[in-house]
């Protein structure tokens, strides 16, 4: 009794110091003059300035802090949510005012001034000194509790919880990264917490996010200029949170249904006979590819001095046009390369000056300096004309039959602080140049091919980039054991971000290392990932095609169990589009409270049915896998099942890494396909994984044509919904579709695979039918078909034994 109630008091003591640590504001100096409550926000005039409070919606706080000698900058590069009208309460005392919007309190204290955030009564954190200047910086900090995790600031390699780290915002490559890369090509300017909530800070300029790096409990975002204004988003759930995120900054529009396939992509194909022996030898091995990607010498035989030229050299590709056709008639896409440099030495350099397309020098000259591929100008994204031109040939090329866009350097890779663009500074606006470049290119789309879907593949980016259809990527990862590792976190933290298609270039793409079991493990995580492309320098092939035969036979494999995934990721694809649902997500998704998940990339779960644990390490035999609770879990390939909330050392074949299927999933797949131009939904496979603790279950398939931009919101798609239920002895399936208003009803054949059940069952009844089907019992596994007729409701009632 006493030792419990040591527990209870020293959890108490905890709490007050968190609430301590929450409530102290050490800028006493700064005051408040006035308070004026409008409509739809709230103004608070201070000693130094001014705060604007503004709710987006019942779970979205926007707060904005304007010094005294500064006018208020509206304008956002990352939120496009217009503010909903949110039921607001206010009241005022003589030490604080209270503030309500929705589901958000705000707290601000008179003396010293704090302004403080709760969610549904929740303390979510609080500002420190608020706004301080120092000669370097202009800084808003915060105040953290002792024990909450940090995730965000984009794309770095640091682990999971990125607290203690000081991060610079400035987007830069590292070449040849392994497990550590403290700065990347894909700055942001947000966090998230283990408390349940994130933090936006919506301003471009380069600056640093500390978080806690001094041990001090204290978050601090740092700026050379701009707006100091941030969001903070809270919700029920990770789900929830992120959600509401992608709802402030936008969603990532449905790519085309070939993103989901293979590509054939290496640094590079010198001349087109070399690219049509690569695709020969695929349909040769019947290794499924969808596209195939032209990296910089598509415009030049020598990698230094012909960047800007971005016309097809014609000494190597005499016939680009034909080329592509074929390839097209093969279902084959034709993604080119991208660089925003254009060189002095290129064949466009006096067309981009006479022009003005450049970014210049402070007496408007074009800028020029010197980088790896030459002494170059910079196409200024940020000026109308330049942005013209640069659609202009992207325009012609699209018409020439281009399918998909790879832009390259967009950081931009060299960026010299005294450059100057049509709207500001390089500093100023470094981290959005990327953004900016795939803003260009989406709106070209819009304007030009309005009913076609861009593919966008960038490695750069700011917040809200999903919006663009930006489809980034991990960087020049090295090609070891190191560089795997540092994937599935990358890509985790990503996904909660927005950015849900980070992926890497599988096999790892810096350096001459030629290791078959790492390009096996790393293709075989690549299906559990959201885009599927080998690429590497060209010393070591990353095609599986020019492989040797065994490690040919276990990409082939990884390869095709991509394609029969593709129902169910293009599904994925369609909760991302619609709701901002990453396709990786950390196991603490499942459980927010599992303080033991809080730090773990080593497994993830692929979307809510699958748990997938890469092999990360040479000759793993075994591995150590933790199961989230709520269901039991299942082994994909062997059945055996796992309680869900417990720890399980599982064998390891190096055939395939670790994947387990949820307990009451249902799982659309189909049969493999050698692009996916050949698939439809017409025939496919439906996979339900049976869990005996559970009495209902749920699960669906999006399908449309893959084509058409915004086939949903223009009624041309069709979305099946799949239930289940068990009652005394009799296991229930419904399947049920809603098209749009454009889509025809079709007839389907649904092959069922019912797993997990624990003896053949005494009847099956289809549509109130008696029907026959099969039953393997060393595999607990009955299957049937299903001729669902123009997606009218299937009952299916299947009589379990007793």
């Given at each position: ?7 209870k008091l020293n959890i108490?003591?905890a709490?007050i110091?968190s609430?301590?640590?929450?409530a ?9 003059v006035?308070v ?5 926000h709230?103004?608070i005039?201070?000693?130094?300035g001014?705060y604007?409070l503004?709710?987006y919606?019942?779970?979205i706080m926007e707060?904005s802090?304007?010094p ?12 496009v ?18 503030y309500l ?9 008179r003396s010293?001034?704090?302004?403080a955030y709760?969610?549904?009564g929740k ?6 000194n608020g706004?301080s ?6 800084v808003?900090?915060?105040n953290?509790?002792?024990?909450e995790?940090?995730?965000g ?5 640091l682990?999971?919880n990125?607290?203690g780290?000081?991060l610079p915002?400035y ?7 392994e497990?550590r ?6 700055a942001m300017?947000?966090?998230?917490s283990?408390?349940m909530?994130g933090?936006?800070?919506d301003n471009a300029?380069?600056?640093?996010l500390?978080l806690?790096s001094?041990?001090t ?10 707006r100091?204004?941030y969001?903070v988003?809270?919700g029920?759930?990770?789900a929830d ?7 402030l ?6 790519p ?9 992509s290496?640094?590079?194909y010198h001349n087109?006979a070399e690219?049509?022996?690569i695709?020969d030898k695929f349909?040769?091995e019947?290794?499924?590819v969808d596209?195939?990607?032209f ?6 035989k020598?990698i230094?001095g ?7 050299d014609?000494d190597s590709?005499p ?5 592509i056709?074929d390839f097209a008639q093969?279902?084959?896409k034709t993604v080119?390369?991208?660089?925003p ?7 466009r350099w006096q067309e981009?000056v ?7 020098d402070?007496?408007g000259?074009p800028?020029t ?15 109308p ?6 659609w202009s040939?992207y325009?012609d090329?699209?018409?020439m039959g281009v399918a998909?866009w790879w ?7 060299v960026?010299p602080?005294?450059l ?6 390089a500093?100023?606006l470094h981290n959005?140049?990327g ?5 260009m290119?989406?709106e070209?789309?819009k304007k030009d091919?309005?009913?076609?879907r861009?593919f ?8 809200g ?6 489809i980034?990527?991990?960087g020049?990862v ?7 590792r ?5 890509a ?7 950015m849900?298609?980070?992926h890497?270039d599988l096999?790892?793409f810096?350096?001459?290392n030629?290791d078959?079991?790492?390009y ?12 599927f492309r080998p690429?590497a320098?060209?010393e ?7 492989r040797?035969p065994?490690?040919?036979a276990?990409a082939k494999?990884?390869?095709?169990l991509?394609?029969?995934m593709?129902?169910y990721?293009?599904?994925l ?5 619609q709701?901002g649902?990453?396709?990786?997500r950390?196991?603490?998704?499942a459980?927010p409270h599992n303080?033991q998940?809080?730090?773990?990339a ?8 699958f748990l997938?644990?890469?092999v990360?390490k040479s000759g793993?035999?075994e591995a150590s896998?933790y199961f989230?609770a709520?269901s039991?879990?299942?082994?994909f390939?062997?059945?055996?099942q ?8 599982v064998?390891v074949t190096e055939d395939h890494?670790?994947v387990f299927v ?10 493999v396909v050698q692009?996916t131009?050949?698939?439809?939904s017409?025939k496919i496979?439906?996979?339900?994984y049976?869990?005996?603790t559970l009495?209902?279950?749920a ?10 931009a915004?086939a949903?919101?223009k ?10 239920t068990?009652k005394?002895?009799v296991l229930s399936?419904r399947?049920?579709?809603q098209?749009g208003?454009h889509e025809?009803?079709?007839d389907?054949?649904?092959s ?6 624990n003896s053949?069952?005494v009847?099956l ?5 008696v029907?026959t089907?099969?039953?393997d019992?060393?595999?607990k596994?009955?299957s049937f078909?299903?001729e669902w007729r123009?997606n009218?409701?299937a ?8």
């Amino acid at each position: 009794m006493k030792k419990t109630s040591t527990i209870k008091l020293n959890i108490l003591a905890a709490a007050i110091l968190s609430l301590a640590s929450t409530a102290q504001a050490q800028n006493s100096a700064r005051t408040i003059v006035s308070v004026n409550k409008q409509a739809d926000h709230l103004e608070i005039k201070t000693n130094d300035g001014r705060y604007i409070l503004k709710p987006y919606s019942d779970k979205i706080m926007e707060t904005s802090f304007i010094p005294a000698a500064e006018r208020f900058n509206p304008a956002s590069h990352a939120v496009v949510l217009l503010p909903a009208r949110v039921k607001t309460s206010f009241k005022e005392t003589a030490s604080s005012i209270q503030y309500l919007a929705g589901d958000i309190s705000v707290k601000i204290t008179r003396s010293p001034l704090q302004i403080a955030y709760a969610y549904k009564g929740k303390p979510l954190l609080s500002e420190k000194n608020g706004y301080s200047k120092t000669a370097e910086a202009e800084v808003l900090d915060f105040n953290l509790d002792a024990n909450e995790a940090l995730y965000g600031g984009g794309a770095r390699a640091l682990g999971m919880n990125r607290r203690g780290n000081r991060l610079p915002l400035y987007n830069k490559a590292h070449y040849g990264y392994e497990e550590r890369s403290e700065q990347m090509n894909f700055a942001m300017p947000l966090v998230f917490s283990s408390k349940m909530y994130g933090i936006h800070f919506d301003n471009a300029a380069i600056g640093h996010l500390d978080l806690d790096s001094k041990k001090t409990n204290v978050l601090t975002y740092e700026t050379i200029s701009g707006r100091k204004t941030y969001q903070v988003i809270a919700g029920d759930s990770w789900a929830d949170i992120v959600s509401n995120y992608t709802s402030l900054t936008g969603r990532q529009p449905l790519p085309p249904r070939w993103t989901f396939g293979n590509f054939a992509s290496r640094f590079g194909y010198h001349n087109e006979a070399e690219a049509r022996g690569i695709l020969d030898k695929f349909r040769a091995e019947k290794i499924p590819v969808d596209a195939i990607i032209f990296d910089l010498y598509w415009f030049g035989k020598d990698i230094k001095g012909t960047m800007g030229n971005l016309e097809f050299d014609k000494d190597s590709f005499p016939n680009p046009r034909g080329m592509i056709a074929d390839f097209a008639q093969q279902g084959i896409k034709t993604v080119l390369i991208t660089e925003p440099f254009i060189l002095t030495t290129s064949k466009r350099w006096q067309e981009a000056v006479d022009k003005n397309v450049l970014a210049t020098d402070k007496q408007g000259k074009p800028f020029t300096y010197d980088f790896y591929f030459g002494n170059t100008g910079l196409i200024d994204i940020f000026n109308p004309p330049a942005q013209d031109w640069f659609w202009s040939l992207y325009k012609d090329l699209k018409n020439m039959g281009v399918a998909g866009w790879w832009g390259d350097l967009g950081e931009p890779e060299v960026h010299p602080s005294a450059l100057q663009h049509k709207t500001g500074s390089a500093d100023e606006l470094h981290n959005i140049y990327g953004h900016q470049w795939a803003k260009m290119i989406a709106e070209g789309y819009k304007k030009d091919f309005s009913n076609q879907r861009p593919f966008i593949l960038m490695r750069s980016g700011y917040s809200g980039s999903q919006r663009l259809g930006m489809i980034p990527w991990s960087g020049d990862v090295n090609r070891t054991w190191g560089g795997l590792r540092s994937q599935p976190e990358i890509a985790l933290q990503m996904g909660m971000q927005g950015m849900a298609y980070m992926h890497s270039d599988l096999g790892g793409f810096a350096g001459a290392n030629l290791d078959d079991e790492l390009y096996a493990r790393w293709l075989q995580y690549g299906v559990f990932q959201p885009v599927f492309r080998p690429h590497a320098q060209e010393e070591v092939a990353s095609e599986p095609v020019l492989r040797e035969p065994k490690t040919r036979a276990l990409a082939k494999a990884a390869v095709e169990l991509r394609y029969r995934m593709l129902p169910y990721n293009y599904t994925l694809a369609f909760d991302n589009n619609q709701q901002g649902l990453p396709f990786m997500r950390p196991l603490f998704y499942a459980e927010p409270h599992n303080q033991q998940l809080l730090n773990v990339a080593d497994s993830y779960l692929w979307g809510d049915s699958f748990l997938v644990h890469p092999v990360l390490k040479s000759g793993e035999k075994e591995a150590s896998v933790y199961f989230p609770a709520g269901s039991n879990w299942f082994d994909f390939y062997t059945g055996q099942q796992y309680q869900g909330g417990s720890i399980a050392s599982v064998v390891v074949t190096e055939d395939h890494i670790p994947v387990f299927v949820r307990g009451g999933a249902f799982v659309p797949m189909t049969q493999v396909v050698q692009n996916t131009r050949d698939y439809s939904s017409k025939k496919i496979e439906l996979h339900y994984y049976h869990d005996a603790t559970l009495s209902r279950a749920a699960g669906k398939l999006y399908d449309d044509d893959g084509e058409t931009a915004q086939a949903y919101e223009k009624g041309r798609y069709t979305l099946m919904h799949f239930d289940s239920t068990v009652k005394t002895q009799v296991l229930s399936l419904r399947l049920t579709a809603q098209t749009g208003k454009h889509e025809p009803a079709v007839d389907r054949v649904v092959s069922m695979q019912i797993h997990h059940l624990n003896s053949k069952p005494v009847q099956l009844l289809v549509q109130n039918k008696v029907s026959t089907f099969s039953w393997d019992d060393s595999k607990k596994l009955l299957s049937f078909d299903v001729e669902w007729r123009k997606n009218t409701r299937a009952n299916i009632n299947i009589e379990l034994n007793k």
